[in-house]
Nanobody
């Protein structure tokens, strides 16, 4: 069983920054593909960014150049640095761990971008 706990969400003004963290336990963290997804009110959950065990990164077009995903395998933690935040980035952000047919989710953390 894998447990994922997100933190770092909150209220920020447009143009501001936040860093989300996701701490994993109960698994060999380094072997998992880690990802951040988000779900805005009334919309489907969507991929924001992925990082493989080898460190390869993929981003949604809407966040390229603004968000950066990284991982620290020694700390079993994945991060999402979000810069240049826009109101349309407002959503609940979820951490995901995936390997083979197994996928695990955190409980989510709210990010609100508003003036």
């Amino acid at each position: 069983q894998v447990q994922l706990v997100e933190s770092g969400g909150g209220l920020v003004q447009p143009g501001g920054s936040l860093r989300l963290s996701c701490a994993a336990s109960g698994t060999i963290f380094s072997t998992y593909i880690m990802g951040w997804y988000r779900q805005a009110a009334g919309k489907q959950r969507e991929l924001v960014a992925l990082i493989t065990s080898a460190g390869t990164r993929n981003y949604a077009d809407s966040v390229k150049g603004r968000f950066t995903i990284s991982r620290d395998n020694a700390k079993n933690t994945v991060y999402l640095q979000m810069n240049g935040l826009k109101p349309e980035d407002t959503a609940v952000y979820y951490c995901n761990a995936m390997r083979n047919v197994y996928a695990y989710w955190g409980q989510g953390t709210q990010v609100t971008v508003s003036s």
